[in-house]
Nanobody, 126 residues
């Protein structure tokens, strides 16, 4: 089982940067694909990025491609999301998640993730 705690959100002006972190407990973090999702007020939760359990494969939503970078440090049991060139439409609560199965690439579907962090608020002002 994996427990996740997301942090690093805040208020930033458009064009600015933030780095989100997701600290995982347990010795099996390195065996799970991980993902970031976000949910804006009045909208459904949407996929942002995912990274395979080895870290060698990543995938991004078109809306963040070229601006966001997902990475992981398995030695520190931590997942990251570097967000650059932020836009007001990036405003949302951001969630980290671990895949329900081990040793995979990860998925775009939130239903394929069995473990979720509590979320961290990102607000981008114009």
């Amino acid at each position: 089982q994996v427990q996740l705690v997301a942090s690093g959100g805040g208020l930033v002006q458009a064009g600015g940067s933030l780095r989100l972190s997701c600290a995982a407990s347990g010795r099996t973090f390195s065996t799970y694909a991980m993902g970031w999702f976000r949910q804006a007020p009045g909208k459904e939760r949407e996929f942002v990025a995912r990274i395979s359990w080895t870290g060698s494969s990543t995938l991004y939503a078109d809306s963040v491609k070229g601006r966001f970078t997902i990475s992981r440090d398995n030695a520190k049991n931590t997942l990251y999301l570097q967000m650059n060139s932020l836009k007001p439409e990036d405003t949302a609560v951001y969630y980290c998640a671990a895949s329900s199965v081990r040793y995979g690439l990860g998925s775009l579907a939130s239903t394929d993730y069995g473990y979720w962090g509590q979320g961290t608020q990102v607000t981008v002002s114009s």
